[in-house]
């Protein structure tokens, strides 16, 4: 964007408005992730040492330092200790996008500023969708998954801790199966980051209950019934906003999490 203006000579000048002026950390951040997303930069590949890359855009080790762990903090690098070891390229695809989700929602979570009901809302916004798609898309190997999954959850009793397991296991393949590889991620971030909280208050005949839900849903999916599918994990979600105790309402903290 320009302006054009006189100075007091009638003559006319240009100001050049808008231009972000990046500082050199910033410059270097977004070279190297224009080379890590562009695949100039290849997933697994090791980035030049510190002193290197300091020679290259002319900063100091500090500069380049701080510009890695902003990419790092983004999930487009991890680092490997020791001798042998250095900064590398994360591979860049919907798994990386769940595991940067999932940081940033165990941030969140540590603020101590979000409620059981802003969850149960926001897996409600995602799931239910997730669970139609499923069943429209679903493949033989992915009803056989949800399969080997519920059958593992009829052996288990409330208090074995596989149960949040098997429970998170459930829901992200059903989001996978939608076929829609960012509802997954964001449906994996959501499970991984906070699947404890919903067994806060689990009783026996809640246990039983939420797998009779849960066999609901996969029967629905297995049928290729998405109307069926969304109505059974409407009821699935519902049921668990009104039974998972006294968290819901109140804002988590670190020790939900």
Do not use: C
């Not at 898309?137 to 959850?153: G, K, M, W, Y």
């Not at 049928?223 to 819901?248: F, K, Q, V």
């Amino acid at each position: 964007m320009t302006d054009n203006t006189s100075n007091d000579r009638g003559e006319s000048t240009t100001r050049i408005l808008g231009q972000k002026v990046l500082r050199p950390r910033q410059q270097v951040e977004e070279a190297l992730r224009k080379a890590v997303l562009s695949g100039q930069l290849a997933a697994g590949e090791r980035l030049p040492a510190e002193t290197e890359l300091a020679r290259q855009f002319n900063v100091s080790r500090p500069t380049i330092r701080e510009a890695l762990s902003a990419l790092e903090s983004q999930g487009l690098i991890f680092k490997v200790p020791g001798a042998g070891g250095g900064s590398f390229v994360q591979t860049v695809d919907h798994n990386a996008l769940g595991q940067v989700v999932q940081k940033s929602m165990h941030n969140l979570l540590w603020l101590g500023s979000i409620s059981f009901d802003e969850l149960a809302m926001v897996r409600q916004f995602l799931e239910v969708p997730a669970a139609a798609l499923a069943a429209k898309h679903r493949t033989d190997a992915d009803v056989e998954e949800l399969r080997t999954i519920i059958d593992e959850q009829k052996l288990r009793t409330v208090d074995d801790p596989a149960v949040a397991e098997l429970d998170a296991r459930f829901h992200i393949a059903i989001a996978r199966m939608s076929g829609n590889r960012i509802l997954a991620s964001l449906v994996y971030a959501l499970h991984r980051e906070t699947e404890p909280v919903s067994y806060l208050d689990l009783s026996p005949s809640v246990g039983r209950d939420t797998f009779a839900q849960h066999q609901s849903i996969f029967h629905s999916i297995a049928d290729g019934d998405a109307t069926a599918a969304e109505a059974a994990i409407i009821d699935h979600l519902t049921y668990l906003r009104h039974h998972i105790g006294p968290s819901r309402g109140r804002p988590l903290d670190s020790g939900d999490a």
